[in-house]
């Protein structure tokens, strides 16, 4: 019987650096079809056979989450204005926002959950999550479901 595959979703900086590089091949490859696994390969600084050994183990969160419902929460802090930043950014990747949830806040900082579909309209998902992780009030972000 063969073994059972597992899945984690894990932040890049988790990540081995010839798997982030594998990626990164990868991407090129997608953005020009003319360029050979050679040349991917040789900009990201990686060996070819590097490429194919772990090419089909990598693949961008955003290639798999196409019709996705993905749930993630934030840990922020609880001020006027920021929530409407966090909506903004996901306004601007055209996520379609399904449910939000905030607690109520404990010693200024509160938990919004929230849940989103992802749609063929929709932005680049993980570096929409970056960009919120990037905001000023936001302590962290975690992506806590993905149906």
Not at 99 to 110: K, Y
């Given at each position: 019987?063969g073994e059972q595959a597992?899945?984690?979703v894990v932040k890049?900086?988790a990540?081995?650096e010839?798997?982030?590089?594998?990626?990164?091949?990868?991407?090129?490859?997608?953005c020009?079809?003319?360029?050979?696994?050679?040349?991917?390969?040789?900009?990201v600084?990686?060996?070819?056979s590097?490429?194919?050994k772990?090419?089909?183990d990598?693949?961008l969160?955003h290639?798999?989450?196409l019709?996705?419902?993905?749930?993630?929460?934030i840990r922020m802090?609880d001020s006027?204005g920021?929530?409407?930043e966090?909506l903004s950014?996901?306004a601007?990747?055209k996520a379609?926002?399904l449910?939000?949830?905030?607690?109520?806040?404990?010693?200024?900082?509160?938990m919004?959950?929230?849940s989103t579909e992802?749609r063929e309209?929709?932005?680049?998902?993980?570096?929409m999550?970056a960009?919120?992780?990037?905001l000023?009030?936001?302590h962290?972000v975690?992506?806590?479901?993905r149906?």
């Open positions: 019987m597992e899945y984690y890049g900086k990540l081995p010839v798997l982030r590089k594998v990626a990164d091949a990868k991407r090129l490859l997608e020009d079809e003319s360029m050979s696994v050679q040349e991917a390969s040789e900009r600084g990686i060996s070819r590097s490429f194919y772990y090419k089909d990598i693949h969160f290639d798999t989450a019709g996705r419902t993905i749930t993630f929460s802090e006027p920021h929530l409407a966090v950014v996901i601007k990747y379609n926002i449910t939000i949830h905030q607690s109520i806040p404990v010693n200024g900082v509160a919004l959950t929230i992802v309209s929709t932005g680049d998902f993980s570096r999550l960009e919120i992780e990037s000023g009030a936001v962290n975690k992506i806590v479901s149906e």
